[in-house]
């Protein structure tokens, strides 16, 4: 199926959902963002409502809420937050292999919940086909309660996700993919709520310097940023001011994967057992 085709049934899958109203689980990240257009043009032809509700937990940066509220409201829809504290609450703790289940199962039925008191007839999330492809136990979570995931559904991968919202004019179209902090530690290694939240300032703070992907994942006392290849000589030539900082948040050696940025590296062992 081409892009012209994926698009038209995307559109009228979801113009059948906006006949009753829907909670669009929202991040603020390109994905989701899209469904919210769109849902939310076809919900005022309709008379129905869209709400976007946001999870924020102590695996998300703080930036992430004010994001997603900014783009809600660019949109125009009605946005509330749900906070959670998903650490203790869904048993993640040590970061278990199938943290990423146990979370989302957590965060879903809580969003369905929500749903029920608004009235709403879905939830839907941004999955896209291009997550069904890399170990997202998560997704096994939203068929066990029935969330929906349009994009995934009408087959729409990253790339033509961002080609469609720069089409509908989605302010944050270009935004960078931004997994949960947790993805920065070994699995089987305790999580501190202080320790991702430092990350997440330290991340932000380089996005600042104008480096697009980057991620820092801890190793004990080692820190191994993964930034874009074409970026790695300026970080280079930047090295003193980006060591100082990221010493400042508490971390003790500070090294440059010179492998890049790339999504899921913390589960290569995961993904060699199958």
Known sequence: MGYEEKKKALK??????????????FSGGVDSSLLLVLCSKMAKEKGTVVTAVTVHTDLHPNEDVDIARHVAEGIGVRFEVIELNVLEEAGIRMNPEDRCYRCKHYLFDKL????????????ID?????????YRPGIKALGELGILSPLAKNCFTK?????????????VAQRASMPCMATRFPYNTRLSAEMMTRLGEAEAWLRGQGFYNVRLRVHGEIARLEIDGKDMERMLLNR?????????????????????????????????KG
Do not use: W
């Open 126 to 134: 941004g999955t896209n086909s291009d997550d069904l492809l890399v």
């Open 159 to 171: 790339a033509e996700v961002r080609q469609l919202a720069e089409e509908e004019g989605v302010s």
């Open 12 to 25: 009228a899958y979801l113009s059948q959902l906006a006949e009753k109203d829907l909670v669009v689980a």
């Open 112 to 123: 369905l919940e929500k749903a029920r008191q608004l009235g709403a007839s879905y939830v």
């Open 240 to 272: 003193e001011a980006v060591v100082e900082k990221l010493k400042a948040i508490g971390l003790t050696y500070i090294t440059l994967d010179l492998e890049g940025y790339r999504s899921g590296s913390m589960d290569i062992h995961v993904n060699k």
